[in-house]
């Protein structure tokens, strides 16, 4: 027994062996379904075959996810540390230049 889902509505079905790669039309929304290939090694609860080229490719993206995740998280770091320089060289750079002013006019702005 091949067991899958509907793409459109999500719903369970099921088929004989012998019926892979066929089309069955799916028994609550009527679409035309093509009956899986690869007898699933494992389903999820959502109803999606798991088969293992499925969980390596899966495992693959989860990396990729985590790797994005560290550079994102560097990238962020490195953009505060930035700005905070950055404010602090323009409090510098303002008080340089009310020193300036001071000695130019005698008054403080």
């Known amino acids: 027994m091949i067991v899958y889902a509907c793409p459109k509505c999500r ?3 099921t088929s004989p062996d012998g019926t892979a790669g ?3 039309n799916c028994p609550k ?9 690869l007898p699933p090694m494992g389903t ?4 999606v075959l798991r088969t293992p080229e499925h969980r390596e490719l899966i495992g693959i993206l989860g990396k990729i996810s985590r790797d994005l995740r560290f550079i994102a998280w560097v990238l962020l770091i490195a953009f505060l540390l930035a700005f905070i320089g950055t404010c602090a060289m323009n409090r ?3 008080r340089r230049m009310d020193e300036q002013n001071r000695r ?5 702005y």
């Open 11 to 13: 719903a369970d079905m």
């Open 22 to 24: 066929g089309i069955e």
């Open 29 to 37: 929304c009527k679409t035309a379904v093509r009956v899986p290939s």
């Open 44 to 47: 999820a609860g959502d109803g």
């Open 92 to 94: 510098e750079g303002m």
């Open 104 to 108: 130019i006019t005698g008054r403080a």
